[in-house]
């Protein structure tokens, strides 16, 4: 079992920035691909960004110029640095971690971006 903790959401303006951060019950060496996906109003959840236990990234298209997914091994914490951004990114951001034993997701936090 693995409990994800989310924190970092609230209100910014549009062209603001905010971090996202997800903390792991155990260590995120054991669990193969923590990621960010998001959930807007009225539409499905997507994937925002992903990051494996090597390090490698995986990215929307259409953010991966304004988010950045990084990780924290002694934390057992992962980031989403998001930047740039914009009324559509107005979302619940859900961490998520893809382990041998389970697919987990964190309660979420919401992130509002005002014009």
């Known amino acids: 079992q693995v409990q994800l903790v989310e924190s970092g959401g609230g209100l910014v303006q549009a062209g603001g920035s905010l971090r996202l951060s997800c903390t792991a019950s155990?260590?995120?060496?054991?669990?193969?691909?923590m990621g960010w996906y998001r959930q807007a109003p009225g539409k499905q959840r997507e994937l925002v960004a992903a990051?494996?236990?090597?390090?490698?990234?995986n990215y929307a298209d259409s953010l991966k110029s304004r988010f950045t997914i990084s990780r924290d091994n002694a934390k057992d914490t992962v980031y989403l640095q998001m930047n740039s951004l914009k009324p559509e990114d107005t979302a619940v951001y859900y961490c998520?971690?893809?382990?041998?034993?389970?697919?987990?997701w964190g309660q979420g936090t919401q992130v509002t971006v005002s014009l």
């Open positions: 998520n971690g893809k382990s041998f034993d389970g697919n987990y």
């Open positions: 155990r260590s995120i060496f054991s669990i193969n691909t």
């Open positions: 990051i494996t236990s090597r390090g490698s990234t």
